[in-house]
């Protein structure tokens, strides 16, 4: 098993704790208005890129 250590920007974290993470900007969008989904969806899809690309 490898042992990752977190740092601010996410670099260093194992690829699922990555996912999880971006995925918390999703809590609690059922009690969103429609209208906010599309912001959050963008975190998610940014966070996510950005971690693939190695800009993160």
């Known amino acids: ?3 990752s250590y ?7 974290l194992a690829p699922e704790a990555v996912v999880e993470r971006a995925l ?4 609690g969008l ?3 208005p ?3 989904h599309v912001q ?3 975190q998610v899809h940014e ?3 950005a971690h693939l ?4």
Request: glycine fraction near 10%.
């Open 30 to 32: 059922d009690e969103l």
């Open 53 to 56: 690309s190695g800009d993160a």
């Open 34 to 36: 429609p209208a906010e």
């Open 47 to 49: 966070a996510l890129r």
């Open 6 to 12: 977190e740092s601010p920007s996410g670099a260093g």
């Open 40 to 42: 959050r969806y963008e």
């Open 24 to 27: 918390t900007v999703l809590d």
């Open 1 to 3: 098993m490898t042992e």
